[in-house]
């Protein structure tokens, strides 16, 4: 993950400044495919970024867990972005929303600066363990 990148996520949120912090966690979401990653329950997972027909990136993620893919759309990671710059401070991932693929969500906007965790979640997401 670009650190910088991450830093410049994490001030944009700061000063609350929401279409810059949006571009730099599509950025963020761009460089961290197939990195892994783990829900609060412990399971791990990755994505990769569909392509269009044109070959440029479509605003859709794969998640890969096991054997099956699923979908993920940019509206879902948005709308549960513009939830955590709010609350700052999450215990469990519906506290974002009843957002599809929120469980997904979650790890992410904690990977990436953008929402803070109890420790015990911290402990089961964490990938370096």
């Given at each position: 993950?670009?650190e910088?990148?991450?830093?410049?996520?994490?001030?944009a949120v700061?000063a609350g400044?929401?279409?810059?912090?949006?571009e730099?966690l599509w950025?963020?979401?761009?460089?961290?495919?197939n990195c892994?990653?783990?829900?609060?329950?412990?399971?791990?997972?990755?994505?990769?970024?569909k392509?269009?027909?044109?070959?440029?990136l479509?605003?859709?993620?794969?998640?890969?867990r096991?054997?099956?893919?699923?979908s993920?759309?940019w509206?879902?990671?948005r709308l549960a972005?513009s939830?955590a710059?709010?609350?700052?401070s999450?215990d469990r991932?519906?506290a974002?929303?009843d957002?599809r693929?929120?469980?997904?969500?979650y790890?992410m906007?904690w990977r990436?600066?953008?929402?803070?965790?109890p420790?015990t979640?911290?402990q089961?997401?964490n990938t370096?363990?």
């Amino acid at each position: 993950m670009d650190e910088k990148l991450k830093q410049k996520l994490i001030e944009a949120v700061k000063a609350g400044d929401e279409n810059q912090a949006s571009e730099l966690l599509w950025q963020l979401v761009i460089d961290c495919q197939n990195c892994p990653f783990k829900t609060v329950s412990g399971l791990p997972f990755s994505y990769t970024i569909k392509r269009g027909r044109n070959g440029e990136l479509t605003k859709e993620l794969w998640i890969d867990r096991r054997e099956n893919s699923k979908s993920l759309a940019w509206s879902s990671i948005r709308l549960a972005f513009s939830n955590a710059m709010k609350i700052k401070s999450a215990d469990r991932p519906k506290a974002l929303g009843d957002i599809r693929g929120v469980s997904y969500i979650y790890p992410m906007l904690w990977r990436f600066g953008v929402l803070e965790v109890p420790q015990t979640a911290h402990q089961r997401m964490n990938t370096e363990l």
